[in-house]
């Protein structure tokens, strides 16, 4: 099984795992196996604004865990990644491309204006969803039980990330037969 399929399963299995650690064992105990998971990520990453949200993630849980409680940080992770991806997104929007725009071109180099600019409201889209789908984590974190913040960040988040690409495709087919 390649690296990158398993580091993709172990990311996507990460609020089941932290869930399930934190009923047997000692959230300190827990640590090294997320930054394992994380230093994995970052050796499949090629693109260095990638691996900077990984490495941030990771430093992040890591203050929290050691400086503020150890079982909160472990939950932290889902929220820093939203926050990684808020910036990644957001900050493009100042760059002659938004992420969109470059993933639009791999598929279609010549886009035209109105795609670039299309490209450009599903990056503040996307700016959106990360505000919410971060502070709804939060909340799970401050606020939920461990079962809440597992179901939130373990399927709800996931499902809502597929139903965006969902809604955003029909919308891009309704955009381009009106073209």
Not at 142 to 169: C, K, P, V
Request: aromatic letters at 12%; hydrophobic letters at 55%.
């Amino acid at each position: 099984m390649p690296i990158r399929i398993l580091v993709t399963l172990l990311t996507l299995s990460y609020p089941f795992a932290v869930y399930w650690g934190l009923q047997h064992f000692d959230a300190l105990s827990l640590l090294p196996v997320l930054l394992l998971m994380l230093l994995l990520r970052w050796q499949g990453e090629r693109q260095v604004r990638d691996r900077m949200v990984i490495i941030v993630s990771a430093l992040g849980v890591l203050v929290v865990t050691l400086l503020w409680d150890a079982q909160l940080g472990l939950k932290f992770y889902p929220v820093l990644v939203n926050l990684g991806l808020l910036v990644v997104f957001a900050s493009s929007l100042f760059a002659s491309q938004t992420v969109i725009e470059r993933l639009a071109r791999i598929s279609e180099p010549d886009l035209p204006p109105a795609g670039v600019a299309y490209t450009r409201k599903v990056t503040q889209a996307w700016c959106v969803f990360f505000v919410v789908n971060g502070s709804v984590s939060m909340a799970t974190l401050l606020w939920a039980s461990e079962a809440t913040w597992m179901l939130y960040n373990g399927l709800i988040a996931y499902l809502l990330i597929g139903a965006m690409l969902g809604a955003e495709w029909l919308i891009r087919q309704r955009v381009r037969s009106g073209q």
